[in-house]
């Protein structure tokens, strides 16, 4: 079985610019999260979905958006980038409910914004 | 807010030897999973170990095992019998309710040979 696929996995944009990121959950997940990880930390939580719904969202402003849609996958949206968005953004499916389930990891997806 | 703290920036270890990671964890709520990911260079998050806050006993996973202490919220991590694949950055991470993972900063792990 797949895994949690993202794409795409490299990216460079430019300041202002919009980026929209993918996600594919393993078979039968029904819930994505998105993560940021800037380089030498720790991830970060951005949003959480399950069924279609927002179940949960990260200390991050406007400019960040999610959507799920039928077959559970999702897209990371974010306008107006910053130099301070350059990331790896981690995408995590569960099996569970909104609340339970094992989190597994994609590989990311590698933004840098000059 | 729950925060999680790995004091050891990078750590180092003699393969077929014993290594601990530390980690602290604040948090005022009484039942939460604990978690050790590991990120090897190829970027993707795998679990490595976890522990139910309710279970006193320690868990353990192979060469991987976990020092729970509730009341002093510390959760370290020891890998013995050291590989070379185990050389990767190290996460732990704190659970309550919900999915959100709260993670810290990392511990970069070294395995010589």
């Known amino acids: 079985d797949a895994g949690v696929t993202q794409s795409p996995t490299h990216l460079i944009k430019t300041r202002g610019q919009h980026v929209t990121l993918r996600c594919s959950p393993i078979?039968?997940?029904?819930?994505v999260s998105w993560y940021q990880q800037v380089l030498g930390q720790g991830p970060q939580f951005i949003f959480q979905?399950?069924?279609?719904?927002?179940?949960g969202r990260g200390n991050f402003p406007d400019r960040f958006s999610a959507r799920q849609f039928p077959n559970y996958s999702s897209e990371l949206n974010v306008n107006a980038l910053l130099l301070g968005d350059s990331a790896l953004y981690l995408c995590?499916?569960?099996?569970?409910?909104?609340?339970?389930?094992?989190?597994?990891f994609g590989e990311g997806s590698r933004l840098t914004v000059l | 807010a729950q925060t999680v703290t790995q004091s050891q920036p990078e750590m180092s270890v003699q393969e077929a030897e014993t290594v601990t990671l530390s980690c602290t964890y604040d948090?005022?709520?009484?039942?939460?999973?604990l978690f050790w990911y590991k990120q090897p260079p190829s970027r993707q998050m795998i679990l490595v170990i976890r522990?139910?806050?309710?279970?006193?006993q320690n868990a353990t996973e192979n060469r991987f095992s976990v020092n729970f202490q509730k009341a002093a919220k510390s959760f370290s991590l020891k890998i013995s019998d050291s590989q070379l694949g185990d050389a990767a950055m190290y996460f732990c991470?704190?659970?309550?309710?919900?999915?959100?993972?709260?993670f810290g900063a990392g511990t970069i792990l070294r395995v010589k040979s």
């Open positions: 995590a499916s569960s099996s569970g409910t909104a609340n339970t389930g094992e989190l597994f």
């Open positions: 078979s039968g997940h029904k819930s």
């Open positions: 979905y399950y069924e279609k719904e927002e179940r």
């Open positions: 948090t005022s709520e009484s039942d939460y999973y």
């Open positions: 522990q139910e806050a309710y279970k006193q």
């Open positions: 991470a704190y659970r309550s309710y919900g999915n959100k993972l709260v």
